[in-house]
């Protein structure tokens, strides 16, 4: 079976990219039958609307639609609420990123009924190739498939390599609103609610890290932003998800910076070990012995 695709297209003001972004779509080497670009336009007020309606005018499968601005949250509460997304898979793709022309056709080899799918990408500024990032293999290059129990050890998530199946997008709760950094409880979200991943080596696509304004950067001198992440952080303290809570803890030393200064604590009894299955022996005893130490230090700096 061949499988479809949807592709969620969130853009502000982005009328000096998202005709890439758009055109690499229309280069992907794939049955474009099998693909819906859906592309909401989030209260721009530069020419992105302007750009957006020239493509879905020539181009069946871009469905493009515009909202008041409310920030990326909102564009997946209003896609899921208009129930935009009808194929197999969904993809969030931000209009400063790319789809690499074989993304679909190795997803596609690779389907199996698996609720994710989780790629690797390029790191690019634009015009070049910095870097590749490999989400789980951190030793080895090497393919781990495996059926993963609920809030197993995650690797790091963004929406442009992360595919996930209807079924598991519809199942995730609304995000909230008019704050930065909901795509992270999003995929943490699609994850737990996942019982079967797929982790490939391929690089799929291409992420703009570095731009200046993008939802990465954008949490750092927002006190509102934080206070929002601490109460979404708050949710995992209940599951008692001490993994998925410093996934995101790590990647943002604003976060802990503040904790520390207004003397926040989180009461973290016990953790989840990291899956280590799929690597030679030597190499599980290696890695279990090594998390450990750094397991307690975590422990304890939350709860005391």
């Known amino acids: 079976m061949k499988l479809s695709f949807s592709i969620i297209t969130p853009v502000y003001n982005g009328c000096q990219y998202i005709e890439k972004c758009i055109e690499a779509v229309n280069k992907i080497e794939y049955d474009h039958n099998k693909i819906e670009h859906i592309i909401i336009d989030d209260g721009s007020t530069d020419d992105t609307r302007k750009i ?32 935009l997304v009808h194929n197999d898979y969904v993809v969030v793709c931000d209009a400063d990123d790319i789809i ?66 209807k079924k598991i997008f519809y199942s995730t709760n609304s995000l909230k609103e008019g704050v930065s950094y909901q795509d992270a409880f999003l995929y943490l979200e699609a994850y737990m609610n996942s019982k079967k991943v797929l982790y490939i080596r391929k690089i799929i696509s291409l992420y703009w890290k570095y731009r200046q304004g993008s939802s990465v950067t954008s949490i750092s001198n927002n006190e509102k932003n934080i206070k929002i992440l601490i109460d979404n952080l708050k949710i995992y303290e209940k599951r008692q998800l001490i993994t998925n809570f410093f996934y995101l803890l790590i990647g943002v030393p604003e976060l802990r910076k503040y904790l520390i200064k207004n003397k926040i604590k989180f009461n973290f009894n016990k953790t989840n070990h990291p899956d280590f299955s799929g690597w030679p ?16 230090k975590l422990i304890n700096w939350t709860n005391n």
């Open 100 to 165: 690499l022309p074989h993304a679909f056709k190795i997803i596609n080899k690779k389907s199996n009924n698996y609720d994710m799918i989780i790629g690797s990408f390029s790191i690019w500024d634009g015009k070049r190739i910095k870097y590749r990032v490999h989400t789980y293999h951190f030793l080895f290059k090497r393919i781990i498939i495996k059926k993963y129990p609920l809030h197993y050890f995650n690797p790091i998530m963004w929406p442009h390599f992360t595919y996930m199946s």
């Open 52 to 83: 957006c309606l020239k493509y879905a005018k020539k181009y069946k499968h871009i469905k493009f639609y515009s909202k008041s601005n409310g920030n990326w949250g909102s564009v997946i509460n209003y896609v899921k609420k208009n129930k």
């Open 281 to 296: 022996w030597w190499i599980r005893i290696f890695l279990r012995i090594m998390i450990i130490p750094i397991k307690r």
